[in-house]
């Protein structure tokens, strides 16, 4: 549906160009680039590498949920109007294709964020034995009492009894490929090179930005990687959707979240709460993170039964109006998260 609507409204602006006589506005040699970035990181690793040297716009309103995202007839219009469009691609961005083939637009670049790193699919993160009778959690699928055992499925975001449960799920990758510094880093790089090739005039500022950028992106990474080296435990646990999958294969921190991924269920189980509650307790876990614009309901729910603090540990996506008034940057949000991990870890 979303995907017919995006196309629908860019048949609208097609026909709208049409009858009126608008044309896309032609970038003089002297002009600046226009970059259409879809969401927040993106928009804010260009508006780092290139500064005022591009006409830069972020597609999604600040304060908008990213999720389920379907552009309007003015969304076509700026993207019409670009020379380069950065999305993260994926199952969240399946309306691009059809956008870009209906405009016809073969000047203008496109690329994806989950082309440029190495990509993990949903459901590496665990799949993993809740076993009811001795009430652990079980990594080892050999692990065996002569009983059946309960596994978390990530897919369904539930529990089922026995080995014999299956499904013939799609592979989707996880989409949040920026929240890992390092992934940061190779994305950086790879803009750097592309906005160099589409302006080569400006190629040494920007690329002169990108090595200063990088180097502090390198310094966020070395943040991380020390809180986790001195934390007392390497547990977190999310009662909430979980986009930092990136994060904690990056780091070794093993998580627990009521949703995997960023899925559009807003009701976990009962079972899974309540092993999201007893693996606070079991472990003396003292956070429980929610992320930015959540309605924190099982979060709060984790950390009454528990006594746990909540903590937000933001993801990016996003960030609210006044955030993005006042200038917040991606390296703003990560460092905040940085003293977020540090606190939930000791």
Same mark, same amino acid.
Request: glycine share 4%; charged share 20%.
């Given at each position: 549906?979303?995907?017919?609507?995006?196309?629908?409204?860019?048949?609208?602006?097609?026909?709208?160009?049409?009858?009126?006589?608008?044309?896309?506005?032609?970038?003089?040699?002297?002009?600046?680039?226009?970059?259409?970035?879809?969401?927040?990181?993106?928009?804010?690793?260009?508006?780092?590498?290139?500064?005022?040297?591009?006409?830069?716009?972020?597609?999604?309103?600040?304060?908008?949920?990213?999720?389920?995202?379907?552009?309007?007839?003015?969304?076509?219009?700026?993207?019409?109007?670009?020379?380069?469009?950065?999305?993260?691609?994926?199952?969240?961005?399946?309306?691009?294709?059809?956008?870009?083939?209906?405009?016809?637009?073969?000047?203008?670049?496109?690329?994806?964020?989950?082309?440029?790193?190495?990509?993990?699919?949903?459901?590496?993160? $665990?799949?993993?034995? %809740?076993?009811? @009778? +001795? &009430?652990?959690? #079980?990594?080892? /699928?050999? *692990?065996? !009492?002569? =009983? $059946?055992?309960?596994? %978390?499925?990530? @897919? +369904? &975001?539930?529990? #089922?009894?026995? /080995?014999? *449960?299956? !499904?013939? =799920?799609?592979?989707?990758?996880?989409?949040?490929?920026?929240?890992?510094?390092?992934?940061?880093?190779?994305?950086?790089?790879?803009?750097?090179?592309?906005?160099?090739?589409?302006?080569?005039?400006?190629?040494?500022?920007?690329?002169?930005?990108?090595?200063?950028?990088?180097?502090?992106?390198?310094?966020?990474?070395?943040?991380?990687?020390?809180?986790?080296?001195?934390?007392?435990?390497?547990?977190?646990?999310?009662?909430?959707?979980?986009?930092?999958?990136?994060?904690?294969?990056?780091?070794?921190?093993?998580?627990?979240?009521?949703?995997?991924?960023?899925?559009?269920?807003?009701?976990?189980?009962?079972?899974?709460?309540?092993?999201?509650?007893?693996?606070?307790?079991?472990?003396?876990?003292?956070?429980?993170?929610?992320?930015?614009?959540?309605?924190?309901?099982?979060?709060?729910?984790?950390?009454?039964?528990?006594?746990?603090?909540?903590?937000?540990?933001?993801?990016?996506?996003?960030?609210?109006?006044?955030?993005?008034?006042?200038?917040?940057?991606?390296?703003?949000?990560?460092?905040?998260?940085?003293?977020?991990?540090?606190?939930?870890?000791?």
């Amino acid at each position: 549906m979303r995907i017919f609507s995006a196309v629908l409204a860019t048949l609208v602006v097609a026909l709208s160009l049409t009858f009126t006589g608008c044309e896309r506005p032609v970038r003089t040699e002297e002009g600046p680039l226009r970059v259409v970035a879809t969401i927040f990181p993106q928009f804010d690793f260009v508006r780092q590498i290139a500064g005022d040297r591009v006409e830069l716009t972020m597609l999604l309103s600040p304060g908008a949920e990213s999720h389920g995202f379907d552009p309007s007839p003015r969304d076509i219009i700026t993207i019409n109007n670009a020379d380069l469009l950065i999305y993260v691609g994926g199952h969240g961005d399946e309306w691009v294709a059809p956008i870009l083939a209906s405009l016809g637009r073969e000047d203008m670049r496109s690329v994806a964020l989950l082309d440029l790193v190495e990509v993990v699919e949903h459901g590496h993160d $665990h799949h993993s034995d %809740f076993c009811e @009778e +001795c &009430e652990e959690y #079980h990594n080892d /699928h050999h *692990h065996a !009492h002569g =009983h $059946h055992h309960h596994h %978390f499925c990530y @897919e +369904c &975001e539930e529990y #089922h009894n026995g /080995h014999h *449960h299956h !499904h013939d =799920h799609e592979h989707h990758y996880d989409e949040h490929v920026w929240t890992c510094p390092r992934n940061a880093v190779l994305i950086v790089r790879a803009l750097t090179e592309i906005l160099s090739e589409l302006d080569p005039d400006n190629a040494y500022f920007f690329r002169a930005n990108a090595v200063a950028y990088i180097a502090k992106l390198e310094e966020l990474d070395r943040a991380f990687a020390n809180v986790v080296a001195n934390a007392a435990r390497t547990t977190v646990v999310f009662g909430d959707r979980f986009p930092f999958l990136y994060l904690t294969r990056s780091y070794g921190l093993t998580h627990f979240a009521a949703f995997s991924g960023c899925c559009v269920q807003t009701q976990a189980s009962p079972a899974t709460i309540a092993f999201l509650i007893e693996t606070v307790q079991r472990e003396n876990i003292p956070v429980v993170f929610h992320i930015e614009f959540s309605n924190r309901l099982i979060a709060n729910v984790i950390a009454e039964a528990t006594g746990a603090r909540l903590l937000e540990l933001h993801s990016l996506h996003n960030v609210s109006h006044a955030d993005f008034t006042a200038g917040v940057t991606y390296l703003d949000l990560m460092r905040r998260n940085v003293e977020m991990l540090r606190e939930a870890l000791n």
